[in-house]
């Protein structure tokens, strides 16, 4: 493999990754805080993605 598609390869993985920890699913019955650079964005969250 060449290096040039490892580093694609790795840099893909890594986002993907990056992409899937971005995301959080709020259930019925749990509550979230929404923040962005540590400041409240919005508060009670409703559930969903």
Same mark, same amino acid.
């Given at each position: 493999?060449?290096? +040039?598609? /490892? #580093?694609? +390869? &790795?840099?893909?993985?890594? /986002? *993907?990754? /990056? &992409?899937?920890?971005?995301?959080?699913v *709020?259930?019925?019955?749990?509550? &979230?805080?929404l /923040?962005? #650079?540590?400041?409240?964005?919005?508060?009670? *969250?409703?559930p969903?993605?």
């Amino acid at each position: 493999m060449k290096k +040039s598609n /490892l #580093f694609i +390869s &790795a840099f893909s993985f890594i /986002l *993907v990754i /990056l &992409a899937f920890q971005s995301l959080y699913v *709020v259930t019925e019955i749990q509550r &979230a805080v929404l /923040l962005r #650079f540590g400041e409240i964005v919005q508060f009670d *969250v409703q559930p969903g993605l």
